[in-house]
Structure formats: C-alpha cells, structure tokens
C-alpha cells in the first residue's frame, strides 16, 4: 500500500496526492491519504481525489518492508515489490511527473461549483499570493509587472484572486476603473483562476495547479520565485504547452 502524507495547505496537497496516485495506479498498488499532518484536509474539496482500493489487503501497513520517499522534491521512484509498502513525505513538486498525466489528474480534481461571476475572454484573472500563513512576500513580483502585462492586454475587466485583500501592495490597482475584487472563500477563487481565459500567476501552488487545469488562452508566468524551475528542487516550469508565456523579470512589456 502508498501512503501520502498531506502537508501544507491546497497547492502542496495536490502536488503530493497527484505524484503519489500517479505511482500507484503504474504499479498496482492502493492508496491512502493521510491528513493528520497537514493544516487542514483540502482535497475534501476535490471528490474525486479519494483513497483507491483493490479490496485486498484492507487491514493496511503490514508488508515486510516499508520504502520512505522522504521530504523534497526530487526523486528516483523505483517500483516497490508487492510485499512493500511506501509512504511519500515529501512534496514532489516538479513538472515531469505529472506533465504527461494532465487527462486524468483534470478528473481526479474536478470540481463542480457555480461561480458568482461569468468571465469572459477580454477579463484578465491577477492571481497574486501576498502573506497569509508566513508566505515570503517577497516572492511577489513587483506591481510594475502587473501593472505592465495589464497595460498590453487592456482587459475590459481585471479580476483579482489573492489570499490578503487589504494588503496596500494592491494600491497599484486603484487607477484602474474596472478591477473586480474577488473575496470569495478559497475554492471558488481557485475555480475562477481555472476557467479564466486570460491569467497572470504569482509563486503559489494555489495558482499554478488552478491554472494549468484550467483551459486558459494565455497564461503569464514570471520567472521568480518558485517559479524558476531548480535542477534538485522545485520545477513548476511548464515546458510543453504554448499557451504559457514565460517572462523574467525585466522584460514585462516585451
């Protein structure tokens, strides 16, 4: 059996669910999801993200051996045999392996909600991180890259997603007519970011899985932060699909 050990909040549980899944169904084996350690369980949110069963061996961990893929990122997930059980402690955020599994982990977090606006193809989705639950502020891109990527595209609307409204870094949107902010509880942000057709991304996991679910026509990805892809750490990069405009800092309006 696989055990995910779930940590941290939604983008970390799902980098650590769908790594996890992905190992189990390739080798035959269930999966089991523990939250116990995790600030909160949000993949109830997901009800297609569920433990998987064989119908054998229900009584759980009891195999001879135990293999640890322990806390990180980077990995060489050998196959365990069937007298093995593995626990996944880490959180596996890297783009290989899940880039060719994009159909299926689109069921596995479907999410069926109705949202409290209709965003058309002009409205331009700021997802921006700031700092709830002690994330680095200064991972957030400066708001002249924003302010940048709004002024080429002139949306008819800007909708905002972000974790901290009252933060004064958005003072930047106050000369701006048409900006919608969009304080709404978690998942229907997240829900907005995935059916928006336009979106700009911050460092968040919460924003990069939102949107790499999603069907967007552009997406914005500025290279700082958690978002420059790392040869033993993270790789959020995503390096097969057109659709994602890449942008160092520096070369917003290019």
Not at 183 to 198: G, P, V
Request: hydrophobic share 35%; with cysteine; net charge negative.
């Amino acid at each position: 059996m696989i055990l995910v050990r779930l940590q941290g909040t939604c983008g970390n549980q799902l980098w650590q669910y769908a790594v996890a899944r992905i190992y189990a169904e390739e080798h035959g084996h269930r999966l089991h999801k523990d939250a116990s350690y995790a600030l909160r369980d949000d993949l109830v949110h997901f009800p297609n993200a569920t433990d998987l069963h064989d119908g054998h061996d229900q009584n759980g961990f009891h195999h001879e051996s135990t293999v640890n893929f322990l806390d990180g990122h980077l990995h060489n997930f050998k196959p365990i045999s069937a007298n093995q059980d593995a626990f996944f402690l880490g959180y596996f955020q890297r783009f290989e392996y899940v880039k060719n599994h994009k159909e299926k982990i689109q069921r596995w977090f479907e999410v069926d909600k109705e949202l409290p606006i209709q965003l058309t193809q002009s409205d331009l989705v700021l997802s921006i991180r700031r700092g709830w639950n002690g994330y680095p502020v200064d991972q957030c891109p400066p708001a002249k890259f924003y302010q940048q990527i709004i002024e080429k595209e002139n949306p008819s609307r800007i909708i905002l997603c972000t974790d901290t409204f009252n933060d004064s870094y958005f003072d930047f949107l106050q000369k701006y007519p048409n900006v919608h902010f969009a304080d709404y509880e978690m998942m229907t942000q997240f829900c907005l970011i995935k059916s928006a057709k336009k979106v700009v991304l911050s460092p968040s996991t919460f924003c990069w899985w939102a949107a790499w679910l999603g069907n967007a026509t552009a997406v914005y990805y500025p290279l700082v932060g958690d978002l420059i892809p790392t040869e033993g750490g993270v790789n959020w990069l995503v390096d097969n699909d057109p659709r994602y405009i890449v942008i160092p800092l520096g070369e917003e309006a290019e």
